[in-house]
Nanobody
Framework: QVQLVQSGGGLVQPGGSLRLSCTAS????????MEWYRQAPGKERELVAR???????NYADSVKGRFSISGDIAKNTVSLQMNSLQPEDTAVYYCHADIRRSRTSPSTYSYWGQGTQVTVSS
């Protein structure tokens, strides 16, 4: 099977920084990229940032210029550096990947990390 294990997060004051990390392990043949999502109370889960195997990155408008995603897709790892955090960034953050598990099948499967609480408050 496949697991995505996250680390990092916690409580920080407005203007502070946090770093999240995620590592995928298990039966992994390939993946095209990894993403970070977040879900605030009462809101839908939203895409925060994505990095592809070719190191192309994309960000939600709300985090551009403040968050930076980096990844080594070949090593199944991704990190999210979050700077200038604001109370509206408070949410549970999840890493995600669509993973191809076998050389003999092109099917991909969606996997999520366990979620990490990020709270921005004075």
């Amino acid at each position: 099977q496949v697991q995505l294990v996250q680390s990092g997060g916690g409580l920080v004051q407005p203007g502070g920084s946090l770093r999240l990390s995620c590592t995928a392990s298990g039966s992994i043949f390939s993946m095209s990229g990894m993403e970070w999502y977040r879900q605030a109370p009462g809101k839908e889960r939203e895409l925060v940032a994505r990095v592809t195997s070719g190191d192309t990155t994309n960000y939600a408008d709300s985090v551009k210029g403040r968050f930076s995603i980096s990844g080594d897709i070949a090593k199944n790892t991704v990190s999210l550096q979050m700077n200038s955090l604001q109370p509206e960034d408070t949410a549970v953050y999840y890493c995600h990947a669509d993973i191809r598990r076998s050389r003999t099948s092109p099917s991909t499967y969606s996997y999520w990390g366990q979620g990490t609480q990020v709270t921005v408050s004075s």
